[in-house]
């Protein structure tokens, strides 16, 4: 199950809004139409929406081919800001931006280096999470009762994933393991996406609502927690799906590692700490409708922040494609 | 709004899985059609099990009115019997059962003390639940920032409700609070009833999900986390709905006193601990269908527990309608 594609001069999509019901692929022929796709959620994870900012450059670029340098570079910067303005929390967006347009800019044919340098980035997230995969893979140990959260699979990268990837490795060399998944409201990402993924793979899973995982941290034996990441600031604070923070406490809680699976693309050596990265707020109709139905009395209000900041204390390690590492990361 | 009342020889019971889209009210005329309303959680909240409890034999005793006094016990055993059998965790069904039983066995006529001794119980619940609000609210500050979970306002009880009646009574003094309200997943109690009963008292409220309550406490100030309770052991380990237990945990890491308010009818004095309190699971549908929609693949499992242990160690102190009372309580 492919996540994204370039094809024919358009960016293909996995609509992963429809998932589990229904497997449908989106075109999109121009940025626009793919930075609304990123609005709505279609595509989503951090390391994949490093890889559609750049595959929207790309979309940019192959249209101007052809025009002076001036005007491509115009077109692709006017691409790279319509990107950076659909979602301000994960960081891989705007490295994968940044890089495309700095390829352009040093090359005779900024175009086509755009879209070069797009496909780049393509590869090396499927290089990257398979190395970051393997790595993590070993921590696990065969008979590890495993809790994760939100998605980070091979839906959530251009392939393999990380936290799940992680798992999906173990689990193929042979370790047994139990998956706790998250269901993650409000959109349900670990019920609907890691839930299809694990059994896809064979992984035994186990889907809780978000109010669980405490007691099945309690009473269930869970012997490690492992998760992706939006950003993590140079401090080590990491910004992850909303939900991530508290798991973290609760891990402490109860004696259980706590691990953030992430390539280090997601590093904002930047940010100080937490207090740096953005934190998106998102529709109150993510929460207040529920498969269309009405669930929050119009009069009341809603919060819905996407993210939130777990502290670097909390986290016993960060699995990347170079190893374990922990912070300071600079 | 009535959550529950008896009239012309039938139960009469808000059906609280369609708010706050529609309020319908749906009638019972013997002890099997009240028991599936409380299977299906149409009537729900501890303090209203154990009137609907109560309610039940009621019914039983109506029709069995006239009849040898022996036939008229062995039809409230009967009806009492179907009644434990619906639910396993909340005490209150059992202890008003009970009480209605042993005062039948002691009258002449059994089937009319059983209805007067139902009606006490309602009455009963009513007047306990005030005063347990007007004491609480003493608890409560000015400018309090509130958070809590599932549903113990009126629609949980009799009428006045337990934590969500500390609150409301608090608000009618003229403190201002604000309540964050967590939706508790799978059934939305917080997000469909507790917001529809702030926002009918003119209380400020803030839907957020479950996963966002780590946030709100490191993020939005929340001064106290008040909650009620299914059954309340000897030592005070408290089960409630599933998720008290994590937020019992993130109050402690945020220096947030945690507040369980329950009628002394909830505290079950033959049970040591937690331990000895039995958890209800529920249906793998209520977290796999949202909205009629699957949302997790049909071969993954699901782990549904509807409540949670949370060890005494966390909670500050238990209002109730004799005051603030900390473990042990025997």
Do not use: W
């Not at 570079?73 to 303005?85: D, F, G, V």
């Not at 993924?197 to 978000?210: F, Y």
């Amino acid at each position: 199950m492919r996540s994204i594609y370039l094809e024919d001069g358009k960016v293909v999509l996995l609509d992963q809004t429809l998932l589990p019901g229904e497997l449908r692929y989106v075109e999109c022929d121009d940025v626009d139409s793919l930075a609304r796709a990123i609005e709505e959620l279609k595509v989503r994870g951090a390391p994949l929406l490093g890889v559609a900012s750049a595959f929207g450059i790309a979309l940019a670029a192959m249209k101007a081919r052809g025009r002076p340098r001036r005007e491509v570079m115009a077109e692709l910067e006017r691409a790279a800001a319509r990107l950076r303005s659909t979602r301000p929390t994960a960081v891989n967006l705007f490295h994968s931006a940044q890089r495309v347009l700095e390829a352009a800019r040093r090359d005779e044919d900024p175009a086509g280096r755009a879209v070069e340098e797009a496909l780049r980035i393509y590869e090396e997230d499927l290089r990257v999470n398979r190395e970051l995969a393997r790595r993590g893979a070993e921590l696990l140990e065969d008979g590890d009762v495993l809790l994760t959260h939100c998605n980070t699979g091979s839906l959530a990268t251009a392939g393999y994933g990380t936290a799940l990837g992680v798992i999906t490795e173990a689990h193929r060399q042979g370790k047994r393991l139990l998956v706790y998944a998250c269901e993650t409201r409000p959109l349900l990402q670990g019920a609907r996406l890691t839930a299809s993924e694990l059994v896809e793979e064979g992984v035994p899973v186990t889907v809780i609502t978000d109010g669980a995982a405490g007691y099945v941290m309690r009473a269930r034996g869970v012997s490690k927690v492992i998760v992706g990441a939006d950003r993590i600031a140079r401090n080590g604070d990491t910004a992850n799906k909303i939900g991530t923070y508290q798991l973290a406490v609760l891990a402490r809680e109860h004696g259980i590692p706590f691990y953030v699976a992430a390539p280090t693309s997601t590093f904002d050596l930047a940010a100080a700490s937490g207090e740096e990265i953005p934190i998106e707020f998102r529709d109150a109709g993510e929460v207040a409708f529920v498969g269309g139905r009405r669930v929050v009395p119009a009069r009341a209000e809603v919060l819905n922040p996407a993210f939130d900041i777990t502290p670097a204390r909390y986290i016993e390690g960060f699995i990347t494609e170079r190893g374990l590492l922990k912070p300071p990361l600079g």
